[in-house]
Structure formats: structure tokens, C-alpha cells
């Protein structure tokens, strides 16, 4: 099992407020997922970043993958009530075939 | 929007019992995945199939663990027997494999527990 720590556990902030969430791991992925998921409701993926480097953006939400493709991290701009959730990060394997997930960070933003 | 539909929404049975759990992948999506989430694992990778051959299971306990997929339309998710234990919630997931990476579109999930 390839393990991926996400940092904060649990983070609870103000609207309008930046924040980070990071996703860590010892291995090195080929690919690097985020998703959010909302209570009741699967995961839906926000993006996938490939290259190790790699920077992509949606709208306020910043992605960024490790040089060494082993981490990610997730900088929201200007956080509003509506991106309140879990955010989760899944790395792939070398094969693209499986997925580990991170631990998640439940993100509460509070108008 | 296609969407990735799992049945039932949520399962409440006896330990022993016989639990399926059901999958309709979007139409023309050739990878389906089995996910279970619990608070304490978080999202771990049962198994996963591409054009309906299984090719990975290794996540499942294959003792009480079955996974299928009938048809191209179909994927099931046995237990049996049930224990307490298996109670959590199970995700189906569906995508194209035309490269990597797969995208991975979720169900809802089925919230089962297991008394």
C-alpha cells in the first residue's frame, strides 16, 4: 500500500480566507488526483496533474504537483461556504490502473 | 449528465446474511472500480475491472468477497457471509481507459450496515 498523508486533518476557516491543504507521500506517483466529496454523495475529481511541477488552476483553487511527483498541495483563494467539504488527494500507480487515496481534509468554510 | 448509479442507497441487515450490491457504469466507460470508505481507512481499492475482466481483487477479502460484472452494464459486489465489520460505505467508480490517467467518475455509494 502506497500511503498518502493529507494535511490539516480537519480545517475550519473564515469566508474569504486562503488556505492549503497538502497531500504527502515516501512513493512517487504518475499521477496525482484531487477530488472533493460532500456528505452522501461519491467524490468528484477536480483535477489531474501529470508532470512533476505541474501547476493547474480552476478558477479559485490553485494544484500543484511535487517536482518529485511524491506530493501535492491545494491552495483555495478567497474560500466560500459553497467550498465546503472533503477534499481528497489519489495517487496512481505506475500503471495508471489503481488508486490510493489520502486520508482527506474536511474543510468547513464558515459565511 | 451521465451519471454512475449504485443500488440500494443503504442496506441494514443481520450479520450472516447474503448482501449484493449493484453498478451501472456510464454508458461506453470501460474501467469500473470498488471503493469502500470508512472513517477509519478512509477510501481503500477492493477491486477493479477492465471490459469486464477482473484485474485486480487483491483488496478484497476473498474469503466472503465476490465482485462480477455481467454485463457491460452491470457490476456486483457480494458479501457473504456479512460481519459487523464490513459496515461502511461502498463506492462503485467508472472511467475510460484511453491512457493514463483514468478519470474516475463515482456512484453515490451504498451505506451498508451490518448488525
Same mark, same amino acid.
Not at chain 1, 486533518?9 to 474569504?16: A, D, K, N
Not at chain 1, 480566507?17 to 477530488?35: A, G, H, K, M, R
Not at chain 1, 466560500?80 to 474543510?107: K, V
Given at each position: 500500500?502506497? $500511503?498518502?498523508?493529507?494535511?490539516? =486533518?480537519?480545517?475550519?476557516? =473564515? ?9 504527502? !507521500? +515516501? ?36 494544484? =500543484?504537483?511535487? /517536482?518529485?511527483?511524491? *506530493? ?20 496512481? !500507480? ?11 481534509? +474536511? ?5 | /449528465?451521465? @451519471? ?12 450472516? =446474511?447474503?448482501?449484493?450490491? @449493484?453498478?451501472?457504469?456510464? $454508458? ?27 484485474? /485486480?481483487? !487483491?483488496?478484497?477479502?476473498? *474469503? @466472503? ?5 455481467? /454485463? ?13 465489520? *464490513? ?6 467508480? !467508472?472511467? $475510460?481507459?484511453?491512457? @493514463? ?6 456512484? *453515490?455509494?451504498?451505506?451498508? +450496515?451490518? $448488525?
Amino acid at each position: 500500500t502506497q $500511503l498518502l498523508e493529507q494535511s490539516p =486533518q480537519f480545517l475550519s476557516i =473564515q469566508e474569504g480566507e486562503n488556505l492549503t491543504v497538502y497531500c504527502n !507521500s +515516501s512513493s512517487v506517483f504518475s499521477s496525482l488526483q484531487w477530488y472533493r466529496q460532500e456528505p452522501g454523495e461519491g467524490p468528484v475529481l477536480l483535477v489531474t496533474v501529470v508532470t512533476g511541477g505541474e501547476v493547474k488552476k480552476l478558477k479559485r483553487l490553485t494544484f =500543484q504537483f511535487g /517536482d518529485a511527483r511524491k *506530493d501535492s498541495s491545494l491552495h483555495i483563494t478567497a474560500a466560500q461556504p459553497g467550498d465546503t467539504g472533503l477534499y481528497l488527494c489519489a495517487g496512481a !500507480s505506475n500503471t495508471g490502473n489503481q488508486f490510493y487515496f489520502g486520508t482527506g481534509t +474536511s474543510l468547513t468554510v464558515i459565511p | /449528465d451521465a @451519471r454512475v448509479t449504485q443500488t440500494p442507497r443503504h442496506k441494514v441487515t443481520e450479520m450472516g =446474511q447474503e448482501v449484493t450490491m @449493484r453498478c451501472q457504469p456510464i $454508458l461506453g466507460h470501460n474501467t469500473v472500480f470498488w471503493y469502500r470508505q470508512t472513517m477509519m481507512q478512509g477510501l481503500e481499492l477492493l477491486a477493479y475491472f477492465r471490459n469486464r475482466a477482473p484485474l /485486480d481483487d !487483491s483488496g478484497m477479502p476473498k *474469503d @466472503r468477497f465476490s465482485a462480477e460484472m455481467p /454485463d457491460a452494464t452491470l457490476a456486483t459486489l457480494k458479501i457473504q457471509p456479512s460481519e459487523p465489520r *464490513d459496515s461502511a460505505v461502498y463506492f462503485c467508480a !467508472s472511467g $475510460l481507459a484511453t491512457g @493514463r490517467p483514468i478519470p474516475q467518475h463515482f456512484g *453515490d455509494g451504498t451505506r451498508l +450496515s451490518i $448488525l
